[in-house]
T-cell receptor
Framework: DADVTQTPRNRITKTGKRIMLECSQTKGHDRMYWYRQDPGLGLRLIYYSFDVKDINKGEISDGYSVSRQAQAKFSLSLESAIPNQTALYFC???????????????FGEGSRLTVL | AQSVTQLGSHVSVSEGALVLLRCNYS??????LFWYVQYPNQGLQLLLKYTSAATLVKGINGFEAEFKKSETSFHLTKPSAHMSDAAEYFC????????????FGKGTMLLVSP
């Protein structure tokens, strides 16, 4: 089984619908992230959480919200989806960087969202 | 704030040729540096990482990268390209700071022709 699991893997929805992407991890990491990938733009950080009680906005948080239900679960919601939110979404986890850990990210397989 | 610049959104090589993917970074503190690879329809996996232990870092599948502080570069190389190396490659920087997050470059698509 994958260490970082995302559901659904693919989703097609319509403008205005509410969508939730879910992420769960078995790596025991405190830190979890949601990234969005668009062709030619690389990965951009939407939200991140350093522990269950800590939620932070990334560079492109508008139109998104998150919930950290437990150490192992981090969900991304689109309250009212719009076509320019069509993208590939990745969840990732990490440990805190320091003298031993580098803050390396471990990624899920991605959730492809299409908003019509 | 940190940033990453990958020169060339697409790089084409012939099978057996040298692969060179360029990455320059900016960071206010000594960083950790990473190269990730994304094969078609897959997630990202770590290729190699620089942690200040050695400036020349060896990764999986014959790739290596050299950290050059004076040039703020972390270029990725492989002596001989294989068809299976065709993928998108991302450079990323993480300042060695407890509250930092990774910043990614925009990616370089490596195309390998027979």
């Amino acid at each position: 089984d994958a260490d970082v699991t995302q559901t659904p893997r693919n989703r097609i929805t319509k403008t205005g619908k509410r969508i939730m992407l879910e992420c769960s991890q078995t790596k025991g990491h405190d830190r979890m992230y949601w990234y969005r990938q668009d062709p030619g733009l690389g990965l951009r950080l939407i939200y991140y959480s350093f522990d269950v009680k800590d939620i932070n906005k990334g560079e492109i948080s508008d139109g998104y919200s998150v919930s950290r239900q437990a150490q192992a679960k981090f969900s991304l919601s689109l309250e009212s989806a719009i076509p320019n939110q069509t993208a590939l979404y990745f969840c990732a986890t990490s440990e805190a960087p320091g003298t031993v850990n580098t803050g390396e990210l471990f990624f899920g397989e991605g959730s492809r969202l299409t908003v019509l | 704030a940190q940033s990453v610049t990958q020169l060339g959104s697409h790089v084409s090589v012939s099978e057996g040729a040298l692969v060179l993917l360029r990455c320059n970074y900016s960071s206010s503190v000594p960083p950790y540096l990473f190269w990730y690879v994304q094969y078609p329809n897959q997630g990202l996996q770590l290729l190699l990482k620089y942690t200040s232990a050695a400036t020349l870092v060896k990764g999986i599948n014959g790739f290596e990268a050299e950290f050059k502080k004076s040039e703020t570069s972390f270029h990725l190389t492989k002596p001989s390209a294989h068809m299976s190396d065709a993928a998108e490659y991302f450079c990323a920087v993480n300042p060695n700071s407890g509250y930092s997050t990774l910043t990614f470059g925009k990616g370089t698509m490596l195309l390998v022709s027979p």
